[in-house]
């Protein structure tokens, strides 16, 4: 019997601390500090979520399947072995790709109009 995948669109729109946490684990596990230093930096520090958000966030994205916690650990001589690593699932990897279109087409439609047509594409930083 085949099993029916959930439809990536139908758990839109994530929250910026959801999207977020899923982009810091596109790179491969991490645990939460992890995450939360990830997130400073790969919004430069605009978005900076605290334990609370971060942990409330990953429960809920656990229990959506899309993320799980890693079976294998670090060498506890290497790691505080208090640690939780995550990574994402492939369901969770199509909500992220499902959610940077829908975010993509909304930037499109803002672009369009009068307030923000002066603004052209930004192109990505050298280094980022």
């Known amino acids: 019997m085949r099993q029916v995948q959930p439809d990536p669109e139908a758990m839109l729109?994530?929250?910026?601390?959801?999207f977020?946490?899923?982009?810091?684990?596109?790179?491969?596990?991490?645990?939460?500090?992890?995450i939360m230093q990830e997130i400073a930096a790969q919004t430069r520090g605009k978005l900076r979520i605290g334990p609370t958000t971060l942990y409330r966030s990953i429960k809920h994205m656990l229990e959506d399947g899309l993320i799980v916690e890693a079976d294998e650990r670090?060498?506890?001589?290497?790691d505080d072995e208090r640690r939780r690593y995550y990574r994402l699932t492939d369901l969770g990897q199509r909500v992220a790709v499902a959610e940077a279109q829908r975010l993509e087409q909304t930037l499109a439609v803002a672009r369009?109009?009068?307030?923000?047509?002066?603004?052209?594409?930004v192109a990505p930083e050298k280094g980022a």
């Open 74 to 78: 670090p060498d506890p001589a290497l």
């Open 112 to 121: 369009s109009k009068p307030l923000l047509r002066s603004l052209a594409p």
């Open 20 to 34: 977020n946490i899923l982009l810091a684990l596109a790179d491969g596990e991490r645990h939460g500090y992890s």
């Open 13 to 18: 729109p994530l929250t910026p601390a959801m």
